[in-house]
């Protein structure tokens, strides 16, 4: 079956095709695929990827905005039949309306993410499957470099960490890491899409893990969007304000956890973040 591209791409939708087949074998391969899983992809576009999902498992919903790459996707996909298009933006899909999970058949905890994602909706879309009651199993998708090793920080050895050097955390890298084991599985380059976006790209592996115990997760987050409020000022500072507590409170909670009150948010480790969460929860045993 030939994949066509007669469509011209839209660079605000993040339209940044994947060609080389290599690499579609290789998410394909990473998402170690079975004739009974069901797949979510978001972003199908034409249907590279979508078309070597499908050969292989049972059912795969195929989440497009542009209508005009729908048009194309049914086109170019009409002889597989487990596909489902549905022309939506996948920031308003509620995955819960979905026929997949309507037709009792389907087991809605047992499913796949996959996606070559568009760049512009990357933090949001991991944000939102990981908050889901029914995430999905795991999640393989395409991302930028630098932002996949944003997310995913070497942590540093100790003699590294002895000279000051930090993960260099984010608020995404929090969420995530609170959420899922999350690893780079390779690099791809920049060369194997059309149009060549302008930096190099990593697949992902996200396996969500089992809830943390006793955290009060919108405390947890207040405190980790407290702490990230202002990134490159000190930690204490940013907390003090943004919890409205004394800057003496914070600092003697920050020392006991042995985390220095000049430090960023960026250095501290997922931890680091649980641990303040407890011991600033009043009702915790
Ligand atoms: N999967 C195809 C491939 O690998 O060749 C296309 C990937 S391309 C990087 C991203 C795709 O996501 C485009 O088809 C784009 O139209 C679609 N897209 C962009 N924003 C979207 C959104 N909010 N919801 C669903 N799809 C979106």
């Given at each position: 079956m030939r994949i066509k591209h007669k469509i011209k791409?839209?660079?605000?939708?993040?339209?940044?095709?994947?060609?080389?087949?290599?690499?579609?074998?290789?998410?394909?391969?990473?998402?170690?695929?079975?004739?009974?899983?069901?797949?979510?992809?978001?972003?199908?576009?034409?249907g590279a990827l979508t078309q070597e999902i499908?050969?292989?498992?049972?059912?795969?919903?195929?989440?497009?905005?542009?209508?005009?790459?729908?048009?194309?996707?049914?086109?170019?996909?009409?002889?597989?039949?487990?596909?489902?298009?549905?022309?939506?933006?996948?920031?308003?899909?509620k995955i819960q309306n979905s026929k997949l999970i309507q037709n009792s058949k389907f087991k809605i905890q047992n499913y796949k993410l996959v996606a070559n994602l568009p760049f512009y909706i990357t933090a949001p879309v991991i944000r939102k499957f990981l908050e889901l009651k029914n995430p999905p199993k795991e999640m393989i998708l395409i991302i930028q470099k630098e932002v996949a090793q944003r997310i995913c920080p070497r942590p540093p050895k100790l003699e590294e960490r002895r000279r000051g050097k930090s993960?260099?955390?984010?608020?995404?890298?929090?969420?995530?890491?609170?959420?899922?084991?999350?690893?780079?599985?390779?690099?791809?380059?920049?060369?194997?899409?059309?149009?060549q976006p302008k930096v190099d790209s990593a697949i992902i592996k996200i396996v969500p893990k089992k809830k943390y115990k006793n955290v009060d997760i919108d405390l947890f987050f207040k405190i980790v969007k407290a702490g990230f409020s202002h990134p490159r000022k000190q930690l204490a500072n940013n907390l003090a304000n943004g919890l409205k507590l004394s800057k003496k409170e914070i600092n003697d909670l920050l020392l006991k956890n042995n985390i220095q009150p000049t430090?960023?948010?960026?250095?501290?480790?997922?931890?680091?973040w649980i641990k303040l969460s407890n011991m600033l929860n009043p009702v915790r045993d």
């Open positions: 791409p839209i660079k605000r939708l993040g339209q940044n095709l994947l060609i080389d087949k290599q690499i579609i074998k290789k998410v394909v391969r990473t998402a170690n695929l079975q004739s009974k899983d069901i797949v979510l992809e978001i972003g199908p576009g034409t499908a050969k292989t498992v049972k059912k795969v919903i195929a989440v497009e905005k542009d209508p005009r790459m729908c048009e194309a996707l049914k086109e170019n996909l009409k002889e597989l039949k487990n596909i489902e298009i549905i022309n939506q933006d996948i920031l308003k899909f993960p260099k955390m984010n608020i995404l890298a929090v969420s995530v890491q609170f959420y899922a084991n999350v690893k780079i599985i390779s690099y791809i380059s920049k060369k194997s899409f059309y149009p430090q960023r948010a960026e250095t501290l480790f997922i931890n680091n």
